[in-house]
């Protein structure tokens, strides 16, 4: 079976942006939230510290992918010969 190089760099690379942008969530979220909240507000905190992580994550890991699909047209294009079209 023949493993298909764009796509196993796109995969690393999503996975290594959405786990880097999900520890500095939690990191920033851990330092300027207090120790001291009780059991209910720490749940809370805890619930949307994760679903914030995951929404950045995922938001940051797509534009990375759309970054290199940019990147891989642009260099087969040099590899024909000719400059790349907009895509504006």
Do not use: C, W
Request: net charge positive; hydrophobic share 45%.
């Amino acid at each position: 079976m023949k493993i298909n190089k764009e796509a196993a760099i796109k995969s690393t690379v999503e996975t290594i942006v959405s786990v880097g942008v999900g520890a500095v969530v939690g990191h920033v979220i851990k330092s300027n939230v207090p120790s001291s909240l009780k059991l209910f507000p720490r749940i809370t905190v805890g619930v949307g510290t994760f679903a914030l992580s995951n929404v950045l994550g995922d938001l940051a890991a797509k534009y990375t992918t759309g970054q290199i699909d940019e990147m891989m047209t642009q260099i087969r294009a040099a590899q024909r010969g000719f400059p790349p079209i907009p895509n504006d």
